[in-house]
Every structure is written in structure tokens, then in C-alpha cells.
């Protein structure tokens, strides 16, 4: 019961304390003090006059301020506010409120408000002309009697509105207001006038000015007046004026002599008038009888329509010519130059003219064109891993390097960058007497046709026609020569277009001449168009005869010379009847076995010679054996694209197209030279080569010129020199002589195409290859 209680106590304190403990706010703030008031008592009607107030607060809070007048304004707010008093006399009370955000306090006063005799007085211009009139007005209060007074200048009318009229000399005057009202009070006011003689001053420049003919420029005409302009009238008396004011657009005449330009400047009192010349002149003139010339060329310029009235001095420079004596002398470079006259006048202004000059390369150059011969050299060839009889390494370098051959006669040119020559040749039936070919070398298999067989079988002394299989190597290393078709190891024939008529005269290497005549007539019984003999005989009447019987049914005849070293050829090769073969090692020189002398007609290459084998395979042989087929080859490339030419014709196109290897024409080491598979399909020669100006642009050859033929005296064949003359202007300095043999026609600088550049009068072309790019 005791526990109860206690708390019940506590409690009861508890809520006492809540609710009414301490003071409350209203008792602790203190109300905020006005210490001082800026009044006054009394004001004129409209008068403004300022009111301040000094109030404090003890707590030190903000304190806010509201103003009222009953009858007057107040402007502002805050201690100092500014009251205008009303328009009418009688008596205002203003009042205060003063609250620090919680109480309140306020005071107010009362302010008389009086009228006055003059309110205000104005004058509408204080600034007059002598004997200019003026406008006086005045508010007045209660007023009896109104009196206006001037000391110098006169006052028409009376009442609150005169009119005030300046005298006629300068001074300053002061007019005097005297109001009194029926009580006898009196009040003055006076205003100040300043009165001048109007005047006007006008500026228009100088005479003996010059503008260009159309030349437009501002007129400004400078106005010195105490006094409004009404208006400005200008004129001109030949050119054209727009705008109007002081400054306007004026456009001299369009032709020369003296313009009169005047203005007349109207004022409210006064106007003034004046006059300028003006001389219109041409601009100065700079032309030339040409605007393109050539590196060192003189050009006379005309300097036109300087008038030395106004020009004090004029210059002529070249940006990168000379000039002298206004001669022009183009530089030694094309470029684009820019030649100046600069004129000065007697103003101190200078005009620049200029003419612009295109200056080109006078390029004047002769020479010879030749082509590359194509050949390796012996580094070249070391520089393959291979083995030359089984080569296991073959790339796509085979052709190039395997193949030498192919490079020397420039078939590789053709499979490589236009294969499309050696499309739509005719078939050409070819004979090879020789050992018989492998009947199932794949690369044969397919151009073979039915041969026939010569040799007895040395065990069994029986003789089968039809048993012309190669059990030697040596027929089919020269059937792969003339045609073999593409092989895995990149091994190819010469032709393509070929059909291969095994006759079999050999099994061992050993012949003789009978045989061969009887394999000769059986080739000439099967129509055939070519036949190759790699062997070497002696001269008979039956060899002879055979071989004659070859030329009359136009058939062509390769041979090989022989691999003596003798100064004579073997036979049938020495026949004239026979295109007769020697041999070329890898630099294009003589094969030192190979014969030579009377007779020879071409030479082909004949050292490490691959091609296909008797057992399916491929061989590396040399001799003048190797040489004949590649000329057997070639001349069914002719016959392919000429299939009614006669074995003459066939001879006359291989020398066409040949490259002399040693002197000039025919020579009893190398005969007419190597024939060359690219030109004898493209049928272009040193007859079909172009020169002209041009310059490179990353891989390519750009043409700046025309394109220049080429003539030579006497065509011979590929190592003829063809003999050319340019004269040409170009714009550009980065340039050269070019020469171009266009091989597909198809008129654009490509991989397969011949192409030369100029070098101390010379122009050798070189097939443009992939490492080119």
C-alpha cells in the first residue's frame, strides 16, 4: 500500500510539472523600443522630404517596420522611408508599427501640409537662338497677382503660360516669376537662358581626290551647328550616290575624268552648301601575251594605265621567276607562279596586281628501247634446294627455278600472268623419234597418240610395231620436254596444244640411220606438223631425201646440233630443211659440248634440264637432246595460232621473236638466237613499245603525256633497238621517261606488261613481276 502511494505521487509530480512548470514566453520577451522619429511638422503640397526611425530590442531580435499616411505616399520601407506629400493642403497623419516577431508597439505624428504660391516653374528650352521664341509655363497656388520679368529678352502674354523671345545678340538672360496672393505673401523664382547666334560649319574633304573607275567608297560630310539639321542633299555629277544622311554609299562613273560631288547640309536657322573634285582614275593593268609557259622561257609583260598624278613609285616581282625590265623568265622548275605589280599612290595607299603563270618542264629526250633478255644466272639457280635429278622440294618456286628453261623462253610469263594465251590453240600433231615415252606417265598418258616401234628386241630378235615403250628414258624426257601436262611437281611441257606420236628408232641410245629414215617416213605418212629428232647421224642421200620429203608436206623438223664440241653440226640438223638446235647453259652462254657452225639455227637451254622419266618420275638431263624439243615446243606454240603456216614461215616466226644472245643477227655459236614463248603468243615485239611521261605513285605508273611510237630501221627480232623522241611539257618535276610494252592490250600498266624507265638515254624493259610490287 505504501509502494502505491509513493508512485501514485510521483506520478501527480510528474504531471504537474508537464503541464505548467516555469514562465511562459510572453513574460520573458521584451517588447522593442522606439528611441527617436526624424519628423517634421509642415510640407508643401508634393513636397518629399525623408523619415527616420531609431528603435531598439533587448532580446536583440529583428525587428520589421510598417508605415501608413493617410493622404500622402510613402516610399520604401524599413528605418528611413521618403514621404511625398499630397496635392492639396490640409493635414496628413502618418503612423508606425514597430514588431520584433512577437509584440508589437507604434507611434504616430501629424505633418501640415501647406500650398505654395509657385509650385514649379519650366521653361520648354533654356538653350535659345538670338530672337528664337520659347515656351514659359508655371503651377501656381492660391495667386492674385502674376508677374513675369526678362533682363534682356522680351515676355509676350501673362497668366501661368507666356512666351519668352531671346534678343538679338549673344548673352545669358534670366527670367524672373513674382506670384503674390490676397493675403499680400509673395514668392519668386527665376530660370536661366542661355542665348547664342546660330552658326554651321561643314566639312566634305579635300579636292584632287582619286577613286578607281567603279570603285565605291563612303562620303561623310562633317556638321559643326548649334543648331538641328533638318536635311542633308547630296549630289554627284557623273556617279552614283544611295543612302542619305552624313555618311552615304557612293559608286565612281565607269569610265575616267572628274566628278563633282556637293552636298547641302539645311538647318533649322541656317543651311550651308559645299563642293569636292573628285579625279577617276583606271586601276592599274598587268597582262601578258600568254599565262603557261616553259621552264626558262621569257615572257614580256604590259604594265597599263598608271597615272603619275597620284602614283609615286610600282614594283613587279615573281614568286619564283625573275623579271627585269617587266621581262619575265620562268624558273627552272614547273610550279604555279604568281607575278605582282605593287602600286603606291601619292596617299600612301598601295594596290597589288597580280597574274598568275603556269610554268611547265620543258622535257626534250631520245634513246633506245631494248627488252630484258630473260635468263638466271648461276647463283640464282644455287640458290634452290634441290636435288636435280629427284626433286622432293618442289614449291611454287619450281617453275622459276626447277624449270629454267621456262624462264628462258618466258613461258613462265605466260601460266603466270596470262595464261589466257595459250587458250583456243589449234592442235598440233608432233612426232618424236627418239626412244619410245612411257605409255602410263601420268603427265604424258593423256597427250599421247599411236606410235609405232622400229627396234628389235635384242633377246628375242622379234620385232613388235606396237611395243614402243620407252625402256631407256631418254624419248620420254624429250616428249615431257615438248608437252608434258602440269604434274604435282610443277613440272610442264612447252605446248599444251600438243598430240605426241611416240616413234620408237632406240633402245639403248644406239641408232642408225635407216631406221630413223623409216620412223621419218612413217611421220610423214601419219600427216603429222612436226617432228623432233634428238639424235646425230651422219649425212646420207636417204637421211637427205627423207628430210626433204619432211619440208615438201610442211612439216617442220627440229634436231639437235650434237654434244662434241664439234664446228660442225650432226644430222639431220646441218639439213637446211631442219630448224638445227645447239644448246645454252644458265647464263644464255654456249653449253660447251654443244656443236656449232654452218647450219645452226636457234639455240635453247640444255643444262639441268627436268623433265619426265621412264618410270613415272622426273630427271634432270643436259645436251643439246634437251634443247631440240623446247624449239619442237615452241613451234607448235606458232602453229597452234598459225595452224596453215609452212615450216619457212614457222623458222621466220621463231627468228622474230627471238633474243640474240651473242652479236647482232645470225652468228655460228647461237645461230638466231632463243625464241621466247611470251612474244611468239602475244605477238609483240620491240615494234609495239610506247614511251611516255610519267611518274610513279606507290606501285603504279602514272601517265602524264601523250604516248610516243617507237620506230626501228630494220625488225629483226626481240633484241632490235627501237629509237624514240619526246618533247612534252608537264606540270611537275617528279617525273620520268618511261617505256611500255602493253602485252594483253588491255591498256593498263600490269603484272605480265613490259615496262622500262629512262637511264642515260637508254630504256631496257623487264616484265613487271610480283616482286615488282
Same mark, same amino acid.
Given at each position: 500500500?505504501?509502494?502505491?502511494?509513493?508512485?501514485?505521487?510521483?506520478?501527480?509530480?510528474?504531471?504537474?510539472?508537464?503541464?505548467?512548470?516555469?514562465?511562459?514566453?510572453?513574460?520573458?520577451?521584451?517588447?522593442?523600443?522606439?528611441?527617436?522619429?526624424?519628423?517634421?511638422?509642415?510640407?508643401?503640397?508634393?513636397?518629399?522630404?525623408?523619415?527616420?526611425?531609431?528603435?531598439?530590442?533587448?532580446?536583440?531580435?529583428?525587428?520589421?517596420?510598417? #508605415?501608413?499616411?493617410?493622404? /500622402?505616399?510613402? !516610399?520604401?520601407?524599413? +528605418?528611413? $522611408? %521618403? *514621404?511625398?506629400? @499630397? &496635392? =492639396?493642403?490640409?493635414?496628413?497623419?502618418?503612423?508606425?508599427?514597430?514588431?520584433?516577431?512577437?509584440?508589437?508597439?507604434?507611434?504616430?505624428?501629424?505633418?501640415?501640409?501647406?500650398?505654395?504660391?509657385?509650385?514649379?516653374?519650366?521653361?520648354?528650352?533654356?538653350?535659345?537662338?538670338?530672337?528664337?521664341?520659347?515656351?514659359?509655363?508655371?503651377?501656381?497656388?492660391?495667386?492674385?497677382?502674376?508677374? #513675369?520679368?526678362?533682363?534682356? /529678352?522680351?515676355? !509676350?502674354?501673362?497668366? +501661368?503660360? $507666356? %512666351? *519668352?523671345?531671346? @534678343? &538679338? =545678340?549673344?548673352?545669358?538672360?534670366?527670367?524672373?516669376?513674382?506670384?503674390?496672393?490676397?493675403?499680400?505673401?509673395?514668392?519668386?523664382?527665376?530660370?536661366?537662358?542661355?542665348?547664342?547666334?546660330?552658326?554651321?560649319?561643314?566639312?566634305?574633304?579635300?579636292?584632287?581626290?582619286?577613286?578607281?573607275?567603279?570603285?565605291?567608297?563612303?562620303?561623310?560630310?562633317?556638321?559643326?551647328?548649334?543648331?538641328?539639321?533638318?536635311?542633308?542633299?547630296?549630289?554627284?555629277?557623273?556617279?552614283?550616290?544611295?543612302?542619305?544622311?552624313?555618311?552615304?554609299?557612293?559608286?565612281?562613273?565607269?569610265?575616267?575624268?572628274?566628278?563633282?560631288?556637293?552636298?547641302?547640309?539645311?538647318?533649322?536657322?541656317?543651311?550651308?552648301?559645299?563642293?569636292?573634285?573628285?579625279?577617276?582614275?583606271?586601276?592599274?593593268?598587268?597582262?601578258?601575251?600568254?599565262?603557261?609557259?616553259?621552264?626558262?622561257?621569257?615572257?614580256?609583260?604590259?604594265?597599263?594605265?598608271?597615272?603619275?598624278?597620284?602614283?609615286?613609285?610600282?614594283?613587279?616581282?615573281?614568286?619564283?621567276?625573275?623579271?627585269?625590265?617587266?621581262?619575265?623568265?620562268?624558273?627552272?622548275?614547273?610550279?604555279?607562279?604568281?607575278?605582282?605589280?605593287?602600286?603606291?599612290?601619292?596617299?600612301?595607299?598601295?594596290?597589288?596586281?597580280?597574274?598568275?603563270?603556269?610554268?611547265?618542264?620543258?622535257?626534250?629526250?631520245?634513246?633506245?628501247?631494248?627488252?630484258?633478255?630473260?635468263?638466271?644466272?648461276?647463283?640464282?639457280?644455287?640458290?634452290?634446294?634441290?636435288?636435280?635429278?629427284?626433286?622432293?622440294?618442289?614449291?611454287?618456286?619450281?617453275?622459276?627455278?626447277?624449270?629454267?628453261?621456262?624462264?628462258?623462253?618466258?613461258?613462265?610469263?605466260?601460266?603466270?600472268?596470262?595464261?589466257?594465251?595459250?587458250?583456243?590453240?589449234?592442235?598440233?600433231?608432233?612426232?618424236?623419234?627418239?626412244?619410245?615415252?612411257?605409255?602410263?606417265?601420268?603427265?604424258?598418258?593423256?597427250?599421247?597418240?599411236?606410235?609405232?616401234?622400229?627396234?628389235?628386241?635384242?633377246?628375242?630378235?622379234?620385232?613388235?610395231?606396237?611395243?614402243?615403250?620407252?625402256?631407256?628414258?631418254?624419248?620420254?624426257?624429250?616428249?615431257?620436254?615438248?608437252?608434258?601436262?602440269?604434274?604435282?611437281?610443277?613440272?610442264?611441257?612447252?605446248?599444251?596444244?600438243?598430240?605426241?606420236?611416240?616413234?620408237?628408232?632406240?633402245?639403248?641410245?644406239?641408232?642408225?640411220?635407216?631406221?630413223?629414215?623409216?620412223?621419218?617416213?612413217?611421220?610423214?605418212?601419219?600427216?603429222?606438223?612436226?617432228?623432233?629428232?634428238?639424235?646425230?647421224?651422219?649425212?646420207?642421200?636417204?637421211?637427205?631425201?627423207?628430210?626433204?620429203?619432211?619440208?615438201?608436206?610442211?612439216?617442220?623438223?627440229?634436231?639437235?646440233?650434237?654434244?662434241?664440241?664439234?664446228?660442225?653440226?650432226?644430222?639431220?640438223?646441218?639439213?637446211?630443211?631442219?630448224?638445227?638446235?645447239?644448246?645454252?647453259?644458265?647464263?644464255?652462254?654456249?653449253?660447251?659440248?654443244?656443236?656449232?657452225?654452218?647450219?645452226?639455227?636457234?639455240?635453247?637451254?640444255?643444262?639441268?634440264?627436268?623433265?619426265?622419266?621412264?618410270?613415272?618420275?622426273?630427271?634432270?638431263?643436259?645436251?643439246?637432246?634437251?634443247?631440240?624439243?623446247?624449239?619442237?615446243?615452241?613451234?607448235?606454240?606458232?602453229?597452234?595460232?598459225?595452224?596453215?603456216?609452212?615450216?619457212?614461215?614457222?623458222?621466220?616466226?621463231?627468228?622474230?621473236?627471238?633474243?640474240?644472245?651473242?652479236?647482232?643477227?645470225?652468228?655460228?655459236?647461237?645461230?638466231?638466237?632463243?625464241?621466247?614463248?611470251?612474244?611468239?603468243?602475244?605477238?609483240?615485239?620491240?615494234?609495239?613499245?610506247?614511251?611516255?611521261?610519267?611518274?610513279?605513285?606507290?606501285?603504279?605508273?602514272?601517265?602524264?603525256?601523250?604516248?610516243?611510237?617507237?620506230?626501228?630501221?630494220?625488225?629483226?627480232?626481240?633484241?632490235?633497238?627501237?629509237?624514240?623522241?619526246?618533247?612534252?611539257?608537264?606540270?611537275?618535276?617528279?617525273?620520268?621517261?618511261?617505256?611500255?610494252?602493253?602485252?594483253?592490250?588491255?591498256?593498263?600498266?600490269?603484272?605480265?606488261?613490259?615496262?622500262?624507265?629512262?637511264?642515260?638515254?637508254?630504256?631496257?624493259?623487264?616484265?613487271?613481276?610480283?616482286?615488282?610490287?
Amino acid at each position: 500500500m505504501r509502494k502505491i502511494l509513493i508512485l501514485l505521487i510521483l506520478m501527480i509530480a510528474i504531471i504537474a510539472t508537464g503541464c505548467g512548470g516555469g514562465s511562459s514566453s510572453s513574460e520573458s520577451n521584451h517588447k522593442p523600443a522606439i528611441k527617436s522619429l526624424t519628423d517634421f511638422s509642415e510640407l508643401a503640397v508634393g513636397e518629399s522630404k525623408k523619415i527616420t526611425v531609431e528603435a531598439v530590442d533587448k532580446d536583440g531580435d529583428a525587428l520589421t517596420f510598417k #508605415w501608413n499616411a493617410n493622404q /500622402g505616399s510613402i !516610399e520604401g520601407n524599413g +528605418k528611413s $522611408v %521618403t *514621404y511625398t506629400a @499630397p &496635392s =492639396t493642403a490640409g493635414v496628413d497623419n502618418v503612423s508606425l508599427l514597430v514588431n520584433d516577431g512577437k509584440e508589437t508597439v507604434s507611434t504616430s505624428f501629424q505633418i501640415k501640409i501647406i500650398d505654395k504660391l509657385i509650385r514649379s516653374l519650366n521653361i520648354a528650352k533654356n538653350n535659345l537662338m538670338t530672337e528664337e521664341k520659347t515656351t514659359l509655363t508655371a503651377d501656381l497656388g492660391e495667386a492674385s497677382e502674376i508677374s #513675369w520679368t526678362a533682363e534682356q /529678352g522680351n515676355i !509676350e502674354g501673362s497668366g +501661368k503660360e $507666356v %512666351t *519668352y523671345i531671346a @534678343p &538679338s =545678340t549673344e548673352v545669358n538672360d534670366i527670367i524672373t516669376l513674382t506670384v503674390k496672393d490676397s493675403d499680400g505673401n509673395e514668392e519668386s523664382e527665376s530660370i536661366d537662358v542661355s542665348i547664342k547666334a546660330p552658326y554651321m560649319n561643314i566639312n566634305l574633304g579635300d579636292s584632287n581626290n582619286y577613286l578607281f573607275v567603279s570603285e565605291e567608297a563612303k562620303l561623310i560630310v562633317s556638321v559643326d551647328s548649334n543648331q538641328n539639321i533638318n536635311s542633308i542633299e547630296w549630289n554627284s555629277s557623273n556617279g552614283t550616290i544611295t543612302g542619305e544622311g552624313q555618311e552615304v554609299a557612293y559608286k565612281a562613273p565607269n569610265s575616267t575624268g572628274i566628278d563633282t560631288i556637293s552636298v547641302k547640309v539645311i538647318g533649322d536657322y541656317t543651311s550651308k552648301a559645299g563642293s569636292i573634285e573628285i579625279n577617276i582614275i583606271n586601276r592599274a593593268s598587268l597582262t601578258a601575251d600568254s599565262g603557261k609557259l616553259v621552264s626558262g622561257q621569257n615572257l614580256n609583260l604590259n604594265v597599263t594605265n598608271i597615272d603619275n598624278e597620284f602614283v609615286t613609285d610600282t614594283k613587279l616581282t615573281a614568286e619564283y621567276g625573275k623579271i627585269n625590265n617587266e621581262v619575265y623568265t620562268a624558273p627552272d622548275h614547273p610550279c604555279q607562279d604568281t607575278i605582282t605589280l605593287t602600286v603606291n599612290y601619292v596617299d600612301g595607299k598601295s594596290e597589288n596586281v597580280s597574274l598568275n603563270i603556269e610554268v611547265e618542264k620543258l622535257i626534250t629526250a631520245s634513246g633506245m628501247v631494248s627488252l630484258h633478255v630473260p635468263k638466271h644466272t648461276w647463283d640464282d639457280i644455287n640458290g634452290y634446294d634441290y636435288n636435280p635429278y629427284f626433286p622432293d622440294a618442289m614449291t611454287n618456286r619450281l617453275l622459276n627455278g626447277y624449270l629454267w628453261h621456262h624462264v628462258a623462253t618466258g613461258l613462265n610469263l605466260v601460266y603466270e600472268y596470262n595464261p589466257s594465251l595459250i587458250e583456243g590453240l589449234a592442235p598440233v600433231k608432233v612426232a618424236v623419234i627418239d626412244s619410245g615415252v612411257d605409255i602410263d606417265h601420268p603427265q604424258l598418258v593423256d597427250r599421247l597418240i599411236e606410235g609405232k616401234n622400229y627396234v628389235t628386241d635384242a633377246d628375242t630378235l622379234e620385232y613388235d610395231p606396237n611395243n614402243w615403250e620407252d625402256n631407256n628414258g631418254h624419248g620420254t624426257h624429250v616428249a615431257g620436254l615438248i608437252g608434258a601436262e602440269r604434274g604435282d611437281n610443277g613440272v610442264i611441257g612447252i605446248a599444251p596444244n600438243v598430240e605426241i606420236m611416240p616413234l620408237k628408232v632406240s633402245d639403248n641410245g644406239l641408232t642408225g640411220g635407216p631406221i630413223v629414215v623409216q620412223a621419218i617416213r612413217e611421220a610423214i605418212l601419219q600427216n603429222v606438223n612436226i617432228v623432233n629428232i634428238s639424235i646425230g647421224l651422219l649425212d646420207t642421200e636417204h637421211l637427205k631425201d627423207a628430210i626433204q620429203d619432211t619440208y615438201t608436206h610442211n612439216i617442220v623438223t627440229t634436231a639437235s646440233s650434237g654434244n662434241s664440241s664439234a664446228s660442225s653440226l650432226d644430222f639431220p640438223a646441218g639439213y637446211p630443211e631442219t630448224l638445227g638446235v645447239g644448246g645454252v647453259t644458265i647464263d644464255l652462254t654456249k653449253l660447251n659440248m654443244s656443236h656449232w657452225g654452218e647450219g645452226l639455227d636457234f639455240v635453247a637451254p640444255a643444262f639441268g634440264i627436268v623433265s619426265t622419266w621412264n618410270d613415272g618420275e622426273d630427271y634432270s638431263l643436259e645436251g643439246t637432246s634437251q634443247a631440240s624439243p623446247i624449239i619442237a615446243g615452241l613451234s607448235a606454240l606458232v602453229l597452234g595460232k598459225h595452224p596453215s603456216y609452212s615450216p619457212d614461215q614457222v623458222k621466220a616466226e621463231l627468228k622474230k621473236y627471238s633474243f640474240d644472245l651473242n652479236t647482232e643477227g645470225w652468228d655460228e655459236y647461237t645461230g638466231y638466237g632463243l625464241p621466247n614463248a611470251y612474244h611468239i603468243l602475244s605477238e609483240k615485239s620491240v615494234e609495239d613499245i610506247i614511251v611516255f611521261v610519267g611518274k610513279r605513285q606507290g606501285d603504279k605508273v602514272e601517265r602524264l603525256s601523250e604516248e610516243y611510237n617507237v620506230t626501228v630501221d630494220h625488225p629483226t627480232n626481240l633484241s632490235d633497238k627501237g629509237e624514240f623522241a619526246i618533247t612534252e611539257t608537264i606540270a611537275t618535276n617528279d617525273y620520268s621517261i618511261f617505256a611500255w610494252l602493253d602485252i594483253n592490250d588491255n591498256g593498263t600498266i600490269d603484272l605480265g606488261d613490259y615496262l622500262g624507265e629512262y637511264d642515260s638515254g637508254n630504256i631496257e624493259l623487264s616484265p613487271l613481276e610480283k616482286d615488282y610490287i
